[in-house]
């Protein structure tokens, strides 16, 4: 289905758009983690439940070895937990 939209406000920044949306301003497309919040808190409501948006790629590069920062390396594996990723792509420290 295509869904032909005139938009009264256009944002290329998530944060201002959730916002916006909350707010009553309008309807966003973003991601459900990125709107955790204002779905917990019921400001924002799931449309179009049966639609899902292509998945996209996500890399995390850092240097390997002594130089690797803890920080780096924590931040990584929050992630692969966060979002259930395929820890076997993920090298070790």
Partial sequence: MTVDLQPHLSTNENEGAIAAAAAG???????????RRELEAGSLVRLFTDWKTADIPVHAYFPMG???RAAARALVDHLVAQFHLDADHVPDA
């Fill in 66 to 68: 002594p130089a690797t």
């Fill in 25 to 35: 301003l309008g309807i966003t497309s973003t991601s459900e983690w990125a709107c």
